[in-house]
């Protein structure tokens, strides 16, 4: 199976930055898109990144220009650069990603998640 850690939330100011991190770890054959997703408090889990293995990304509009996804093959992990941050961004942050273990089919596997916090 996949294992997902996350590292990297924590309280910040408005107009702060925080990085986050994700490593997949296991029994892992391959990995494919791997992301960050948010759920803020009452609201439902939406997509903030995605990253392809060949480097394409996609991000939700309200983060364009403030945050950058990237992801390091060699080591199975995904970062998230969030700059600029706004009360708005503050939210659990959680880590997804498609990948394949040895013996298995591509699932999507999760993060624990990580609480974000940005203050006014």
């Known amino acids: 199976q996949v294992q997902l850690v996350e590292s990297g939330g924590g309280l910040v100011q408005a107009g702060g930055s925080l990085r986050l991190s994700c490593t997949a770890s296991g029994s892992i054959f391959s990995i494919n898109v791997m992301g960050w997703y948010r759920q803020p408090p009452g609201k439902q889990r939406e997509l903030v990144a995605s990253?392809?293995?060949?480097?394409?990304?996609n991000y939700a509009d309200s983060v364009k220009g403030r945050f950058t996804i990237s992801r390091d093959n060699a080591k199975n992990t995904v970062y998230l650069q969030m700059n600029s941050l706004k009360p708005e961004d503050t939210a659990v942050y959680y880590c997804?990603?498609?990948?394949?273990?040895?013996?298995?089919?591509?699932?999507?596997?999760w993060g624990q998640g990580t609480q974000v916090t940005v203050s006014s």
């Open positions: 997804n990603t498609n990948a394949k273990p040895y013996y298995s089919d591509y699932h999507d596997y």
């Open positions: 990253i392809t293995r060949r480097a394409s990304t």
